[in-house]
């Protein structure tokens, strides 16, 4: 990757300026999708780097019990957050299968969200927790619902002058179960075939609150909305396990590609969304 421009903010405000007075510039945080992408693809006109860009960096509690990452907070701190063991172990969960060590010590989640990819792993997991992401333009900041983000393959609602900023997990009911499953080819150093996150509520034998983002199922991260639908208001359970896994046939289609089998793939979610269901129904589960 050769750049004729280069900038190293030291404040959101310098990197949203640089945004703005170069918009043909690309902005690199830990590089590691960038850096693979490369030599596809013409060299940049210029770099705004926002690798450790402090204002950028940490996960922090907000707003009661909400969770803020900074975007360019690498894989790494989530892992070994306190705070999101504690609100969003499906995060961290995902986080430590992200690459290897390496990866994560230097891919971030603002690198995740900007990319963008089907299989990035932390996206079901964005979108079963209902987070938002926040972005920074000179036209001030806004805040956009997770589930409205992506819009396409690889394409998202970020616009050209807009910097990822962070993104807000908010708190969960305490008895909502996260779950989370990456199915690849093995544990570590393994893009996807398919992943899967969900929070499912139980209360009084019945689910009352259900989201399971999905990945690797569609051109780009999705909720499975019908899915979804089959379980809350059910009774816990494998009735309920089997008419979320008859739904995910009816509004699935997945491709086939070369990691993969489109059935396959559909065989192989409507297996892990079973097992969320049979896992949240059990007495052990919090409800
Ligand atoms: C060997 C290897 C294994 C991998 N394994 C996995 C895996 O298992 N799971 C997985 O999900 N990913 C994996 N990845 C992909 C990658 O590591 C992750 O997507 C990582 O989170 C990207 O973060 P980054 O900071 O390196 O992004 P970068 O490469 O710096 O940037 C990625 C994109 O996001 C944009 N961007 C970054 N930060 C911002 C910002 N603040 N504002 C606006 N745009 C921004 C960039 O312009 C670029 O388009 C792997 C990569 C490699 C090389």
């Known amino acids: 990757m050769t750049a004729?421009?280069?900038?190293?903010?030291a404040s959101i405000a310098e990197a949203v300026a640089a945004r703005a007075a170069h918009p043909d510039w690309i902005v690199l945080c830990g590089a590691t999708d960038l850096m693979v992408e490369a030599p596809l693809r013409p060299a940049p006109v210029g770099v705004v780097d926002v690798w450790a860009l402090a204002e950028l960096c940490g996960i922090a509690e907000v707003d009661g019990g909400a969770v803020r990452i900074g975007a360019a907070t690498p894989w790494r701190d989530v892992v070994t957050s306190p705070l999101i063991a504690a609100r969003a172990p499906i995060l961290a969960a995902a986080a430590r299968e992200i690459g290897?060590?390496?990866?994560?010590?230097?891919?971030?989640i603002g690198g995740n969200v900007?990319?963008?990819s089907p299989v990035g792993d932390s996206l079901p997991v964005l979108l079963a927790l209902d987070a938002t992401v926040e972005l920074a333009s000179p036209r001030g900041t806004r805040r956009v619902p997770y589930r409205d983000y992506p819009t396409g393959y690889r394409t998202t609602a970020l616009a050209a002058d807009e910097?990822?900023?962070?993104?807000t997990i908010p708190a969960a009911h305490p008895g909502a179960r996260q779950l989370w499953r990456k199915v690849g080819t093995r544990r570590a150093q393994s893009i996807s075939?398919?992943?899967a996150a969900a929070l499912l509520r139980v209360e009084a034998g019945r689910f009352v609150e259900a989201r399971i983002g999905l990945g690797a199922v569609a051109n780009r991260p999705i909720r499975a909305a019908g899915a979804e639908a089959a379980i809350v208001g059910a009774p816990v359970g494998e009735a309920t396990a089997d008419a979320a896994a008859?739904?995910?046939?009816?509004?699935?289609?997945?491709?086939?590609d070369v990691r993969s089998t489109a059935p396959y793939r559909l065989a192989t979610v409507q297996q892990v969304v079973r097992r969320f269901v049979l896992e949240a129904s059990s007495p052990s589960s919090p409800d």
């Open 4 to 9: 004729t421009g280069y900038v190293r903010p």
């Open 163 to 167: 910097l990822i900023v962070a993104i």
């Open 114 to 116: 900007g990319t963008s």
């Open 246 to 256: 008859a739904a995910l046939a009816a509004e699935l289609t997945p491709i086939t």
């Open 193 to 195: 075939k398919i992943m």
């Open 100 to 108: 290897a060590l390496q990866i994560q010590a230097r891919g971030t």
